[in-house]
């Protein structure tokens, strides 16, 4: 007979900052880019890799891949649901792969977003593309002031 607590997975929860990352995909803004970049990726995917194709989110290993490290990133994106698009943005979070993978699939799929999936490729160049990139984020060490600056030195 087996031990039912033995089949249970042992993976601790979310951390906190996990959770608020999370969190953070849940704001319709977010959930559009994520849909958005997911859309570009099964197209090219199809186009590119089709056979191979088939995975979750009908993707083959490699852009799974890319779109599970685009997730991870969106989800840690400083600006939050505030963020302006990739390439507005003065942060670049992606790696050099990455990122040069990325614009191939937008480059490729760009164009061909508006007949798959009109509303999003509207969404995207309309509403996002337009979007100011809001001042870069500061970190919590530079947000502290100096309490122990003395200030400059008295004249004489």
Request: aromatic share 6%; glycine share 8%.
């Amino acid at each position: 007979m087996k031990n039912a607590a033995m089949d249970r997975p042992t993976t601790p929860p979310p951390s906190d900052g996990a959770a608020r990352r999370e969190a953070r995909l849940a704001t319709p803004r977010m959930k559009r880019e994520f849909n958005t970049l997911a859309a570009m990726l099964r197209i090219y995917c199809h186009d590119h890799h089709g056979a191979a194709a088939g995975g979750e989110h009908g993707l083959c290993a490699e852009c799974g891949e890319l779109l599970a490290y685009a997730r991870k990133r969106l989800a840690g994106c400083p600006f939050g649901p505030e963020k302006p698009t990739c390439a507005n943005c003065q942060i670049h979070c992606y790696g050099p792969r990455q990122r040069e993978t990325t614009r191939v699939v937008m480059r490729y799929a760009g164009p061909r977003m508006l007949w798959r999936h009109p509303w999003l490729a509207l969404a995207h160049l309309l509403v996002d593309g337009r979007r100011p990139a809001p001042p870069r984020p500061r970190g919590a060490q530079a947000a502290k002031p100096a309490a122990t600056d003395p200030g400059p030195p008295p004249r004489n």
